[in-house]
T-cell receptor
Framework: AQSVTQLDSHVSVSEGTPVLLRCNYSSSYSPSLFWYVQHPNKGLQLLLKYTSAATLVKGINGFEAEFKKSETSFHLTKPSAHMSDAAEYFCVVSELNRDDKIIFGKGTRLHILP | NAGVTQTPKFRILKIGQSMTLQCTQD?????MYWYRQDPGMGLKLIYYSVGAGITDKGEVPNGYNVSRSTTEDFPLRLELAAPSQTSVYFC??????????????FGDGTRLSIL
């Protein structure tokens, strides 16, 4: 069965410093992995996705994530945080095996300090 | 470019009342989904549809019903509202492809309180 764990419920960084949001997953097959961002009172917006192509995935707004099969991780990074990055971020895993549907992590709230 | 549109944005119901949450998309996507989001719990899949006339249960379907008579619309119905159904509901859609392999486009949500 598939699962996803976001290791931090809250992360605080200063503006201009790097961002690291951690995500570990478990999957029996070849997973598809996604990161979504949710701003207050809005729906989720896709940041990036991994679907068995390049292991380093570049997304919108300067975010990227690296798929590490040996570590079962898909951490999200950004070199320099901006105030507008303050939001909640969700790691999502799905498999080609339909029995397990789509699993969302519980989210990481990113706070940007001035 | 509307994308996924949900109505209403907010609603308060009394226990035992019924209502329908509306969802429509203008991207001609075959796949549509309903989720609920509870604080600190991420999103849980309620129902999904892979095309007009085809629906299937997700992780938390009890207390809900759906229909898919057109490609554009995917309403979610609560027949007997219960306090446990207080949540934020999101509708999403995705392009044709292997289930779960395509990114989803989300509406802005319906905030529902059952009192």
């Amino acid at each position: 069965a598939q699962s996803v764990t976001q290791l931090d419920s809250h992360v605080s960084v200063s503006e201009g410093t790097p961002v690291l949001l951690r995500c570990n997953y478990s999957s029996s097959y070849s997973p598809s992995l996604f990161w979504y961002v949710q701003h207050p009172n809005k729906g989720l917006q896709l940041l990036l996705k991994y679907t068995s192509a390049a292991t380093l995935v570049k997304g919108i707004n300067g975010f990227e994530a690296e798929f590490k099969k040996s570590e079962t991780s898909f951490h999200l990074t950004k070199p320099s945080a901006h105030m507008s990055d303050a939001a909640e971020y969700f790691c999502v895993v799905s498999e080609l095996n339909r029995d397990d549907k789509i699993i969302f992590g519980k989210g990481t709230r990113l706070h940007i300090l001035p | 470019n509307a994308g996924v549109t949900q109505t209403p944005k907010f609603r308060i119901l009394k226990i035992g009342q019924s209502m329908t949450l509306q969802c429509t998309q203008d991207m001609n996507h075959n796949y549509m989904y309903w989720y609920r989001q509870d604080p600190g719990m991420g999103l849980k899949l309620i129902y999904y549809s892979v095309g007009a006339g085809i629906t299937d249960k997700g992780e938390v379907p009890n207390g809900y019903n759906v229909s898919r008579s057109t490609t554009e619309d995917f309403p979610l119905r609560l027949e007997l509202a219960a306090p446990s159904q207080t949540s934020v509901y999101f509708c999403a859609s995705s392009d044709t492809g292997v289930f779960g392999n395509q990114p989803q486009h989300f509406g802005d949500g319906t905030r529902l309180s059952i009192l």
